[in-house]
């Protein structure tokens, strides 16, 4: 399933599932860099949902790091709050899809 066409009911529903989640990764004072995308990489694909902390000192702000990532992935930002960014990815590895299967399920029914 690619993550451009999802509906508001898929989002609403991984908005929910996002809500008890801690940020995993952090964008710091270097900003977002081929590096950081890459280490980014490797968690989405574990999890296909994870939560983004831009701190204070950060060199980008969250519109910038959503921005960024849009860009350079496939990575769909779901929702910022505050300084946290959510941001869904359909994982390559079927053993790692938990979420996307869901929302395939989520797809076929009628809103």
Known sequence: ???EN???????WLKAQAHTMRPVVQVGK??????????LKLAIEKR???KIS???????????TKEFLEANSKMQVIQ??????????PAKKLANRNFSTQLKQLASTKE
């Open 1 to 3: 399933m690619s993550s």
């Open 6 to 12: 999802l509906n508001n009911k898929q989002k609403k």
């Open 30 to 39: 270097e900003g977002c860099s081929p590096e950081w995308l890459e280490q």
């Open 48 to 50: 296909e949902l994870l």
């Open 54 to 64: 831009v701190l204070a000192n950060a060199a980008v702000d969250e519109l910038e």
């Open 80 to 89: 910022i709050l505050g300084h946290v960014l959510t941001v869904y990815c």
